[in-house]
Structure formats: structure tokens, C-alpha cells
């Protein structure tokens, strides 16, 4: 990305593609600051790190931070979806002169949430770009965006962050030991805002419930095996999180009998080695496949409910 402005080709529109979490909107957001910078410097400045030169002192770095610089423009989804209304307005807004900047900026974040009467509204300003403009679109994959706009776009792929990165930023900013830093880093599966809002707090002691109610699985009643496929579909905004512990609690237990030292868990490796005894490798394998298939079809909208009882009968060895 920084090669784009010390080369001085900076195209019309960028396609950031990358899983949630990744940074794809900071980025665009440090590049705004970058391309619009009073006072850049040369090379050591707060954007050094991923190749961008920018003080973030002057007034249009501060402006850009705060999100109240008039030419750097943020379209998001409303509720669901992008509307046509929404790229309406942004037509509008990229009509007329910029304001102050060096470059205008049109950050459409998750553009592959755009109704097809919002895309083509958009494909008439990729088709002819205004003046001093730069258009960054954020998307999981571009392949869930209309070919025309994709093509005319420069796409950068933003890949997981490593896990050794996340565990590293846990560590100094969140304060976790090294152990509790690397289980973390592994649950945000490459996503710095995942490893950044997860309840760090509650998140161990969690774990530690989880597992020991999966373990007691195989001799639970009929009742007990609903009542935690309840809790666990009652509490959304951590079931994600839940079902990818889970997962790499099943992982550990495979790994240990070829390579211990690979574990993640490592903090609860007393446990794992006894547990391990008690699972074949086919078993374990198949378990992991059942969590996936439990992940997939909440994706996909499934109940809840309906998707964690199954799970969890198919985990006490029942389905």
C-alpha cells in the first residue's frame, strides 16, 4: 500500500478483501491520512509500521481519527444491507468539489452487503470516478460483489492476522499471561478485532465450563444434554467463541497423542493427556467435523437451538 503513493499511482478504486476483523477499514482510514497528511514524514512517523507516512498530529490526520474530517466519507450498512439511498447520497456528496483535501476518500465498508439497486448506483461512479477521489471497497471475498465493479477496481487481499502477532498485542495490551495469550490469539482465528473485544475477563473461566460440561456429556440425562444446548444457543453473542473453544479443546486432544508439544490449551495440559485416553482419533476427528458442521449452519441462519441440540447429542455419541 505505501508503494502506491511513493510511486504516485494511486487508482481510482481499491478493493480490500479479507476475513472480519482483519483491519481493512483502519487501513483505508490511515491511507486517507497518509494521502492527505500536512506534514508526512520520512519515513518514522505513526504510519511507518505498514508503510504509510503520516504525522497524526495536523489537523487533517486529527480530523480523519475522529471521523470529522468533511472529505473523508464512510458508508456502512444500515441494519442489514447497504440501500440505494445510501449510495445516493454518497453520488451527491462526490459531486461536488472537495472540500480541503489533497485526495477525497469514499470508504464503503462491507460493500458486498449492497442490494443490486445500490451496486449499480455505485458502478456509475466507478465508471466515471470523480476528480481527486479515491474509492477503498471492504469486502469478505470479492466474488460476493457484481464482476463490473470488481474489475474496476485494484484488489489487496488482506490475510489472518499470525497468531503469534495476537498473542503478542494480548499480552502488552491486555495484560494475559503467555499461556492465556496464545489460547486467546488461537480462539480470534486471525482477527485482531476478535482477540480485541472478546470479554477478556470472563473467557477462561468459561472455558473451563464448557469443557467440563462437554466431558460429562456421555453419562448426562436427556435433560441436562438440553438444558446446555439451551444455554448455549440463548447466548449468541458468545456462541461463536464458545463453539471454537470446544473445537480446539477436541484439536488438543488429537494433537497430544502425535505431538503434545503443539497443544494450545497448554495451561490445561494435567487434563488433556487423561482425556485424550479416553477418545479414538477417529472419534475426536469426527467430533471436530460435527462442530464445523454446527458453525456452518448457524452461518447459514439455522435455529439456534435446534443447531446446538443436535451438536450436542452428536458429542455425547448419540447422533
Known sequence: MG???????IPHALLFTGMDGVGK??????????CNCQAPSDGDGRGAADGFSFCGDCSA???IRAGSHPDIHLTRPAAVAIRIDQIRALRGQLAM?????????????????????????????LEEPPDRTILVLTAVQASDLLPTIVSRCQPVRFHPIPRNTL??????????????????????????????????????????????????????????????AEKLAKDKPRLGDALEILKLWFRDL??????????INSDLADRIGPAARLETSAGLLAKIENIGAAQRAIEGNVNSRLAMEVLV??????G
Not at 313 to 318: F, I, N, Q, S, V
Request: proline residues 2%.
Open 25 to 34: 477499514r483502519t487501513v483505508a482510514l490511515r491511507f486517507a491520512m497518509a
Open 313 to 318: 447429542r452428536r458429542l455425547a455419541g448419540l
Open 167 to 228: 498473542a503478542a498485542y494480548l499480552e502488552t495490551h491486555a495484560n494475559l499471561s503467555s499461556e492465556a495469550a496464545t489460547v486467546r490469539a488461537a480462539l480470534a482465528n486471525g482477527s485482531f478485532a476478535r482477540a480485541r473485544d472478546a470479554d477478556l475477563a470472563g473467557w477462561m473461566p468459561r472455558r473451563r465450563w464448557l469443557i467440563r460440561q462437554t466431558e460429562a456429556l456421555s453419562s448426562a440425562s436427556s435433560v441436562a444434554m438440553l438444558a446446555f
Open 254 to 263: 488429537l494433537i497430544w497423542r502425535h505431538d503434545p508439544e503443539r497443544i
Open 97 to 125: 468539489k472537495p472540500y480541503d483535501a489533497r485526495y477525497r476518500f469514499a470508504i464503503i465498508a462491507d460493500a458486498h452487503t449492497m442490494n443490486a439497486e445500490a451496486a449499480n448506483a455505485l458502478l456509475k461512479v
Open 61 to 63: 490526520c486529527r480530523k
Open 3 to 9: 508503494g502506491l503513493l511513493k510511486r504516485g499511482s
